[in-house]
């Protein structure tokens, strides 16, 4: 079982394309099943008209995967139960700064205070020594917290762990070892809803059987966490393959958030489906896909 999961945020585009055709290559190889899935966590910037662009662009790009599809928000109940089950082990807790208090901790700290693997400064575990009764001070005054993981607890609860790397062609794997250490207290519930990418991705992979997982190669410093939560809330572990990424003319990675050019504008000013699954093809990503079909 394998799945594609956007977040509907924004528009598709060559990278997106590129990771849906891997994912539908792969569940043919494998003789599996596709699934798509929503992750509309978001409640600002998830659109419903992004959500009828993206199964547009499966439909122009050919790939079929099962109905229904899993939209995030109506599994909430799924999240908050997950999360409570950490809570109940003290493995998570309240935290009340501001975006403006983490930077100024931060800066506190000096230039030698390490960044997570996305570049970003480690959370300084401001809240993590905060007491129960200050907690309650804070709720008292209206403070809204996120939660965030313990993870100095949750590593030592799981010890050492492993994820394992499949490859693509020979389908032989690889145990590879997770460093969660290296992301901090990441936060499992967010302020503005019950869940966060990283515990909402474990929870469906687990719950929708999903057995590999194909993703972009910027996702692979994140199994490290997913890795833990899966130990820790006792779920099964896919097999992963972090497949290359597609870079823009500036050298870095298509992005919605950089605004790179969207399938959908590529497609009307000409692009082909067979034009631009040739040139998946020709990256040598996965060498024995299938021919594409004739265009549409």
């Not at 060559?14 to 409640?43: F, T, Y």
């Not at 600002?44 to 993206?54: D, K």
Request: include cysteine; charged fraction near 25%.
């Amino acid at each position: 079982m394998l799945r594609f999961a956007p977040s509907p945020n924004g528009p598709l585009h060559r990278g997106h394309a590129l990771s849906v055709w891997l994912n539908a290559e792969m569940a043919r190889k494998l003789n599996g099943r596709l699934l798509l899935r929503i992750e509309d966590i978001d409640p600002t910037r998830s659109r419903a008209e992004h959500i009828e662009a993206i199964e547009e662009v499966l439909d122009w790009l050919g790939v079929s995967y099962e109905q229904p599809v899993r939209r995030q928000s109506n599994f909430m109940a799924d999240y908050v139960q997950a999360f409570q089950t950490l809570k109940d082990r003290g493995l998570v807790y309240p935290c009340f700064c501001t975006r403006t208090a983490i930077d100024a901790a931060v800066q506190a700290k000096g230039p030698e205070w390490p960044n997570d693997p996305d570049g970003s400064p480690l959370y300084p575990q401001t809240c993590r020594s905060l007491t129960a009764v200050e907690a309650a001070g804070h709720l008292a005054l209206g403070d809204k917290p996120q939660w965030r993981l313990d993870h100095t607890k949750a590593i030592a609860v799981t010890g050492p762990l492993r994820w394992t790397s499949f490859d693509p062609e020979t389908f032989l794997t690889t145990a590879r070892q997770a460093r969660p250490e290296r992301w901090g207290d990441v936060v499992l519930v967010r302020k503005d809803t019950p869940t966060s990418y990283h515990l909402s991705v474990v929870v469906d992979d687990a719950n929708q059987g999903v057995t590999h997982i194909v993703r972009g190669m910027d996702l692979e410093a994140a199994t490290d966490i997913h890795t833990l939560l899966q130990a820790l809330l006792g779920l099964p572990q896919p097999l992963y393959w972090h497949h290359p990424l597609i870079h823009g003319p500036d050298g870095k990675k298509l992005a919605k958030s950089k605004g790179s050019d969207s399938l959908a504008l590529e497609r009307d000013a000409g692009l082909t489906r067979s034009a631009l699954l040739a040139d998946f093809r020709n990256a040598r990503i996965l060498v024995d896909a299938e021919d594409g079909e004739p265009e549409a």
